[in-house]
Nanobody, 124 residues
Framework: QVQLVESGGGLVQAGGSLRLSCAAS????????MGWFRQAPGKEREFVAA????????YYADSVKGRFTISRDNAENTVVLQMNSLKPEDTAVYYC?????????????????WGQGTQVTVSS
């Protein structure tokens, strides 16, 4: 089993920044892609960003492209989502997930393990 724990969420004003971290433990493998998803109240979970197993390829949702950056440190088993220029519509619970693919994928069904989530609230 793989355990994923997110941290770094909180309350920030519009235009501000937050840095989310995801720590993986258990039977982790750096040969799998990682991703971030989010779910706002009353809405379905949506893809935010993904990174390939090597870190050399990233994939972003159009809504966050140019504002968010995903990165990973395989030696430390961590994945980071740097969020800049935050907007009220970015308010959601953010989830880290480990894929069963090596490539960065936006498809939730290709992710086997999920964290519990961290709340991000952006005030206007």
């Amino acid at each position: 089993q793989v355990q994923l724990v997110e941290s770094g969420g909180g309350l920030v004003q519009a235009g501000g920044s937050l840095r989310l971290s995801c720590a993986a433990s258990g039977r982790t493998k750096s040969s799998y892609a990682m991703g971030w998803f989010r779910q706002a109240p009353g809405k379905e979970r949506e893809f935010v960003a993904a990174i390939s197993f090597s870190g050399g390829s990233q994939y972003y949702a159009d809504s966050v492209k140019g504002r968010f950056t995903i990165s990973r440190d395989n030696a430390e088993n961590t994945v980071v989502l740097q969020m800049n220029s935050l907007k009220p519509e970015d308010t959601a619970v953010y989830y880290c997930a480990q894929a069963r693919t090596t490539w960065a994928t936006p498809q939730p069904y290709e992710y086997d393990f999920w964290g519990q989530g961290t709340q991000v609230t952006v005030s206007s």
